[in-house]
């Protein structure tokens, strides 16, 4: 599953600054798209750190 996770992670920042430098127009839903990036990370983190 963590894997999985931070697969999506850089699936998600690779897509973010593709959007950004190739789609200028799609500006809000690229931002969302590392907001979703961000918030998985986060999630992962402190998934981590209450099973330790």
């Known amino acids: 599953m963590k894997n999985i996770i931070y697969i999506l992670i850089v699936v998600l920042v690779i897509s973010w ?23 998985l990370l986060v999630y992962n983190w402190l998934s981590n750190k209450k099973s330790t």
Not at 27 to 35: F, K, P, Q, R, S
Request: charged share 5%; net charge positive.
């Open 17 to 39: 600054v593709l959007g950004f430098v190739v789609f200028k127009v799609l500006g809000a839903l690229v931002h969302l798209l590392l907001l979703l990036a961000v918030v």
